[in-house]
């Protein structure tokens, strides 16, 4: 896990790069006044040396049962917070592979969060799923078999669709701006309540991703 750049409104007004992102996002009054005034702060997350989705996994080809993976069990962990994708690939050629499998970690703001991905893949076929949370840590990885088959697989990585801390965020215009090593990408979906932005340009080797974004919180 890097350690993600985030600075406030007030922050920002004080700060070197202020000048460029004020003339360049909108109203200098509105980004630097403090949120007891507007109802918002406006943050800027920085994720410098972010590392390619589907590269780093987490859990690669792993056997389908019931079990707890912990973090001396993860071949990587998740650099900066993001929502995470499981993999199951059904080897049987007549029924459909079944279970749950539970992340439990942390989220961009330190809370301990936990989300339950269920599993219902067609023979012969494999399917990947992703969160709707954001994880910065992932601590451990449940798995819980319901189909009768021996040999199916999973994994588990991450995605290029990323958090923001001092989420939830009151509107979707709310992300306003997101880089990709220092060029403008534009914002395809914004998760409010989630605090998860999808952003165009996805990174294909480590580099800096920012998100623009105001929140009340």
Same mark, same amino acid.
């Given at each position: 896990?890097?350690?993600?750049?985030?600075?406030?409104?007030?922050?920002?007004?004080?700060?070197?790069?202020?000048?460029?992102?004020?003339?360049?996002?909108?109203?200098?009054?509105?980004?630097?006044?403090?949120?007891?005034?507007?109802?918002?702060?406006?943050?800027?997350?920085?994720?410098?040396?972010?590392?390619?989705?589907?590269?780093?996994?987490?859990?690669?080809?792993?056997?389908?049962?019931?079990?707890?993976?912990?973090?001396?069990?993860?071949?990587?962990?998740?650099?900066?917070?993001?929502? @995470?994708?499981?993999?199951?690939?059904?080897?049987?050629?007549?029924?459909?592979?079944?279970?749950?499998?539970?992340?439990?970690?942390?989220?961009?703001?330190?809370?301990?969060?936990?989300? @339950?991905?269920?599993?219902?893949?067609?023979?012969?076929?494999?399917?990947?799923?992703?969160?709707?949370?954001?994880?910065?840590?992932?601590?451990?990885?449940?798995?819980?078999?319901?189909?009768?088959?021996?040999?199916?697989?999973?994994?588990?990585?991450?995605?290029?669709?990323?958090?923001?801390?001092?989420?939830?965020?009151?509107?979707?215009?709310?992300?306003?701006?997101?880089?990709?090593?220092?060029?403008?990408?534009?914002?395809?979906?914004?998760?409010?309540?989630?605090?998860?932005?999808?952003?165009?340009?996805?990174? @294909?080797?480590?580099?800096?991703?920012?998100?623009?974004?105001?929140?009340?919180?």
């Amino acid at each position: 896990m890097a350690t993600q750049n985030v600075l406030s409104s007030e922050q920002l007004a004080a700060s070197p790069v202020a000048d460029k992102v004020l003339t360049t996002d909108g109203d200098v009054n509105a980004w630097a006044a403090p949120a007891a005034i507007f109802g918002k702060r406006t943050y800027v997350a920085s994720y410098p040396d972010a590392q390619v989705g589907g590269v780093a996994q987490i859990v690669t080809g792993r056997a389908f049962a019931d079990e707890t993976l912990t973090t001396a069990n993860f071949a990587n962990q998740i650099d900066y917070p993001r929502t @995470v994708s499981v993999t199951a690939q059904n080897l049987n050629i007549s029924t459909n592979m079944t279970g749950t499998v539970t992340l439990n970690g942390t989220d961009a703001d330190g809370a301990t969060i936990q989300e @339950v991905v269920t599993v219902n893949v067609s023979p012969s076929t494999t399917t990947t799923y992703e969160t709707d949370l954001a994880f910065i840590l992932l601590t451990t990885i449940v798995t819980d078999k319901t189909d009768a088959h021996v040999g199916d697989q999973y994994s588990v990585g991450v995605t290029q669709d990323w958090g923001v801390p001092n989420y939830p965020l009151a509107a979707a215009g709310d992300a306003f701006k997101a880089t990709v090593d220092g060029v403008n990408s534009g914002i395809t979906a914004v998760d409010t309540t989630n605090g998860v932005v999808n952003i165009v340009a996805a990174i @294909v080797a480590p580099g800096e991703i920012v998100i623009f974004y105001n929140s009340a919180s």
